[in-house]
């Protein structure tokens, strides 16, 4: 029987490589996760893991039990997303079930390794995919250079870590949505919002705050910021409020390969780039979020401190 949801929400499905519990760690899965159980405009229907899915099962349970409204399936994907493109799931299985009840919106805020195994063992439900947004890309020639940090070009860690299973889901005509660092650098989480979390008084907030503010801490030292762009939530933030961001839509995307500039974090003299721009081979037509306005931030911490409206 499905879950009874107010008409104006939407089904989505979250495919994550979370870690949020580990110091060193991202916290941003776990931000777009609170994100989203916290909100009445999408309704989650599964969260699929990928990448250290033992952790990841331990922390998004965490989670939910902590701040979820309503029950919520966790599937394990690929542990090893560098090698496991051709191997069947749980995550792929249920993902597919779901997907042959309903038409789903896909949150992908880890590497793509999960959704391309779907499309490999299940390619008409390429059909019953309404969007998958991702956290990955960038206009063309696009450093990710935090903005007022030191000058350390970050990765693009979900497309970097699979740049295969990324180009089989846009070979496979999917609505696509690339809402990822350029957008999400317009947001910052500070020293103010982890205190106004952690002094929010549910069960979970204190230790909320305080994987955020180890996280604060490695960006302090690592790009010399005292506050974090939180990815995965203004990824998942493009679906609950479009119109606080700017797009480029139908824009053309292709992978170009050029010098590395993100060598700390993948090998490599060259590497590939997911890209965007008017001027390129529309190898694919993606929407790209390339802005978020200030409106977003208070929604945001809203829903972080569980004050939905
Ligand atoms: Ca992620």
């Not at 989670?63 to 560098?82: E, T």
């Not at 995307?253 to 008017?278: C, F, H, M, Q, S």
Request: aromatic share 8%.
């Amino acid at each position: 029987m499905r879950t009874p949801t107010p008409l104006t929400s939407r089904a989505i499905w979250i495919d994550t490589d979370i870690i949020f519990n580990r110091f060193g760690g991202d916290v941003d899965d776990g931000l777009a996760l609170m994100l989203a159980l916290d909100s009445d405009r999408v309704q989650v229907r599964g969260i699929s893991l990928n990448r250290d899915v033992d952790n990841g099962e331990s922390v998004t349970r965490q989670l939910l039990a902590l701040y979820g409204r309503y029950p919520i399936p966790v599937v394990r994907g690929a542990d090893d997303i560098f090698a496991s493109f051709g191997e069947n799931s749980a995550a792929v299985e249920a993902l597919a079930a779901a997907l042959r009840r309903e038409r789903l919106t896909i949150v992908a805020i880890g590497a793509a390794t999960n959704l391309a195994n779907l499309l490999l063992f299940h390619p008409a439900l390429a059909e019953r995919i309404d969007e998958v947004v991702f956290c990955a890309g960038r206009q063309h020639g696009q450093s990710f250079l935090a903005p007022g940090g030191r000058t350390i070009a970050l990765p693009d860690a979900n497309f970097d870590n699979d740049p295969a299973s990324m180009q089989r889901v846009l070979d496979a005509g999917v609505p696509v949505t690339l809402a990822g660092f350029e957008a999400a650098a317009s947001i910052t989480l500070d020293g103010n919002d982890i205190d106004r979390i952690r002094r929010n008084g549910r069960p979970g907030d204190r230790w909320v705050a305080r994987r955020l503010a180890l996280w604060r801490l490695i960006w302090r030292l690592g790009l010399g910021l005292d506050r974090f762009i939180p990815f995965d939530a203004c990824t998942l933030g493009h679906l609950l409020y479009p119109e606080c961001f700017h797009y480029l839509r139908q824009v053309p995307a292709t992978i170009n390969r050029r010098a590395n500039d993100a060598r700390r974090w993948k090998k490599g003299a060259e590497k590939d780039y997911l890209e965007v721009g008017t001027e390129l081979p529309p190898r694919w037509r993606v929407d790209y979020a390339w802005r978020i306005d200030p409106c977003f931030k208070p929604l945001l911490m809203n829903h972080l401190l569980g004050t939905r409206q």
